[in-house]
């Protein structure tokens, strides 16, 4: 008497070991990719990584290798990793180079306009803080948001302003920047100008634009007091002349003219005079 178990245990061998290769097939298929990431880092596909790095286009690239970058697959939105740009995206580090043709060509390709660093700051603020006029002009193109702030409350405004960029500070006052804004210390652009020695077209600006030159921060001090402090004569009288108080006091008691006497120079001398006048 025959019987078919062998010929089935067979079938079932053949079965396991057909299955068995289809597994490792596809295990090692999958292996092979490279996962790709969106620009807020969260995985997406399993497509092979493509394109130049952005280090090796923006560290030196003008706009025509930035260009051909993007042409060749570049990520626009994937921050570099090179001193002194770690952190920045590619449309930031073109603001802060200064690189005409850049922003339209990255912004062209997909770049975030908006995207902020660790601390908050944009492309705008960068381009802002270091007096970038085209880039600035480029970015306002580009339809990137004036009054974003950075971690401190600060906007692209109060950076210029107490950068003493005086043209920046024009474009973003022609754009329709917010001149009374304050940062979480409570100063505005106009107490970030007074802050700076020798900032006064930027001070004048920003009154001709509508700051209210009598708005004090979170310790009530005013431009004003702080023109004084640093003997800035051209300063005092432009706050003065646009109708900055000088017998306001701050918190710890202390009126601009407190603040010019504290000085044992000259300069204070004369502030303290034009003050007494004044008040």
Do not use: F
């Not at 025959?2 to 292996?31: E, R």
């Not at 044992?264 to 001398?269: I, R, T, V």
């Amino acid at each position: 008497m025959t019987t078919n178990k062998p010929t089935a245990k067979l079938s079932y061998v053949a079965i396991m070991l057909l299955a068995g290769g289809c597994l490792l097939l596809y295990v090692v298929k999958s292996g092979s990719k490279t996962p790709t990431a969106t620009p807020d880092g969260n995985s997406t596909t399993n497509a092979p990584r493509k394109g130049p790095s952005p280090d090796a286009v923006l560290v030196a690239g003008d706009a025509e290798a930035i260009k051909k970058g993007i042409a060749a697959g570049m990520d626009v939105n994937t921050p570099l990793t090179v001193a002194p740009y770690v952190g920045l995206t590619p449309i930031q580090v073109a603001a802060m180079r200064g690189v005409p043709g850049g922003i339209p060509a990255l912004k062209g390709a997909g770049a975030n306009v908006d995207a902020q660093t660790a601390d908050g700051r944009t492309a705008l603020m960068i381009a802002a803080q270091g007096g970038n006029a085209a880039g600035i002009a480029e970015l306002l193109s580009a339809n990137a948001s004036i009054d974003i702030r950075d971690a401190k409350g600060a906007t692209a405004l109060m950076l210029a302003a107490g950068a003493g960029k005086a043209d920046a500070v024009q474009l973003l006052l022609k754009a329709g920047a917010s001149v009374n804004a304050a940062d979480q210390s409570g100063a505005t652009a106009v107490a970030h100008a007074a802050a700076v020695s020798g900032n006064t077209s930027v001070v004048e600006a920003l009154i001709t634009a509508g700051a209210d030159p009598n708005v004090a921060d979170a310790q009530g001090v005013t431009p004003l007091m702080k023109a004084a402090e640093r003997a800035d004569s051209e300063q005092v009288v432009a706050l003065l002349n646009a109708g900055a108080s000088p017998s306001g006091k701050s918190q710890d008691g202390r009126s601009a003219l407190d603040r010019a006497k504290l000085r044992s120079d000259e300069a204070g001398k004369v502030i303290a005079g034009v003050l007494s006048q004044a008040g």
